[in-house]
């Protein structure tokens, strides 16, 4: 059997990305009634992190725990990743110790040569491009609340970031209804939007008025201004973004009971306001707890699928 990598939602189908959420139901449901689920025993997970994250090593770190198995933090000062030890090598290595490896970093296309050169599963817990396990939890919290996923509309405010970016190849699986508004300058990945726009499926449309893309929206979506690394631009974005704000009347003007999501952290004041972020319509800190459901799934779903190297 094939070892079965997770790097970007556009890597899966929608039959593919559903079996995912109902096994992340089922794992779950298991959880909360308390029932333990050592499906993963005897098993070890590297975790490597370039940049650091609250509930990317939480929800990992807990879910094999909770899955019977185990995991190891590491971080980029003992690997040296593509400096000290070549990517080609490090895989090399780490596959002969565990039975997958998630990554946090910063090239797509380095977590991509690490999953060629690995014998076991990658996971990508977030590139500079892409951000697939944020979208799976996302999808998850979406049909945990009754909302059915197939052409939801999606209303994006904000940066056309990494997360945007999944939710771009989540509109093809699911043929969403996106609007992606973001100020001039911070347009999401132009090769996703055009791929949406030739294989047909889907409707993502990237406006400059927030107030047009929220208008009768089932979801409302935000993120911070300013991502990790991007510190020295924190004035100019403020600048950039004024307008862009989640606030009561913007929320008012989508579908009654919308759903206002945030994937973390939150500059709360600057992309979204208290009122609404704890307010009645967020599921924000749903959407948190879920990256611990939608990895575990994530996690047994590529774990199993691999065959221990030789």
């Given amino acids: 059997m094939g070892k079965t990598d997770f790097l970007a939602i556009a890597d899966f189908g929608r039959k593919e990305l559903q079996l995912l959420l109902d096994l992340a139901g089922t794992l779950k449901d298991a959880w909360r009634s308390g029932k333990s689920d050592p499906r993963l025993a005897g098993k070890v997970l590297a975790c490597v992190f370039h940049k650091p994250s609250l509930r990317t090593r939480m929800s990992f770190e807990v879910g094999m725990a909770q899955l019977g198995g185990r995991s190891l933090y590491v971080t980029d000062a003992e690997i040296g990743f593509g400096k000290r030890e070549s990517i080609h090598d490090i895989a090399r290595v780490l596959s002969r110790y565990v039975d997958a490896i998630m990554i946090r970093t910063f090239s797509q296309e380095h977590v991509r040569e690490l999953a060629r ?34 052409g939801l509309s999606v209303a994006w405010i904000g940066d056309g970031n990494n ?21 001039a300058g911070y347009d999401p990945d132009p090769a996703a939007l055009a791929r949406v726009e030739r294989e047909g499926r889907g409707r993502v449309r990237l406006l400059r008025d927030p107030e047009e893309a929220v208008q009768g929206a089932r979801v409302l979506y935000t993120d911070t201004w300013t991502s990790m690394g991007q510190e020295g631009e924190a004035e100019e974005r403020r600048a950039a973004f004024r307008g862009f704000r989640v606030d009561e009347p913007l929320v008012a003007r989508a579908a009654p009971g919308a759903l206002v999501m945030h ?14 972020m704890d307010g009645p319509q967020s599921v924000v800190f749903d959407q948190a707890e879920n990256r611990l459901h939608a990895q575990k799934a994530i996690l047994v779903h590529c774990i199993s699928s691999a065959a221990r190297p030789v």
């Fill in 263 to 276: 994937c973390l952290p939150a500059h709360r004041g600057e992309e979204i306001v208290d009122a609404v």
């Fill in 117 to 150: 050169h690995a014998r076991v599963p990658v996971i990508n817990g977030l590139t500079d491009s892409d951000h697939p396990c944020q979208i799976l939890s996302d999808l998850f919290t979406i049909r945990e609340k009754g909302v059915a996923l197939d």
């Fill in 163 to 183: 997360v945007a970016k999944s939710w771009i190849d989540a509109a093809l699986a699911f043929e969403l209804d996106l609007r992606l508004a973001c100020p």
